[in-house]
């Protein structure tokens, strides 16, 4: 599985990103799918999961403000961000889970926001 992200940029806070992850392969339906995101000097930590029967979780910071959905019809994952802080700021990479030990990262796009 080779993950592809795009989407990121430089925003005003407040304002929105849309990231987008398309996947290569015929297993994407079967991938539990995450966003991650590492700020500078700071571990990589998860932001929103989507598993393979739409169940979703978000970390507290982001609830409320990031959506994520998939389209399986289109090997896509999405993160859909809103009201977007300076905190917010970070390297954000997509995440595809198969299985234990099976996971798969795509290079990651930066959202950088300004305050």
């Known amino acids: 599985v080779q993950l592809q992200a795009s989407g990121g940029g430089l925003v005003q806070a407040g304002g929105s990103l849309r990231l987008e992850c398309v996947a290569s392969g015929s297993r994407f339906s079967l991938a539990d799918m995450g966003w991650f995101r590492q700020a500078p000097g700071k571990e990589r930590e998860l932001v929103a999961q989507?598993?393979?029967?739409?169940?979703?979780i978000y970390v507290s910071s982001v609830k409320d403000r990031f959506t994520i959905s998939r389209a399986d019809t289109n090997n896509t994952v999405y993160l859909q961000m809103n009201s977007l802080k300076p905190e917010d700021t970070a390297v954000y990479y997509c995440?595809?889970?198969?299985?234990?030990?099976?996971?798969?990262w795509g290079r990651g796009t930066q959202v950088t926001v300004s305050s």
């Open positions: 989507i598993t393979i029967s739409n169940t979703k």
């Open positions: 995440q595809a889970a198969l299985g234990v030990g099976d996971t798969y």
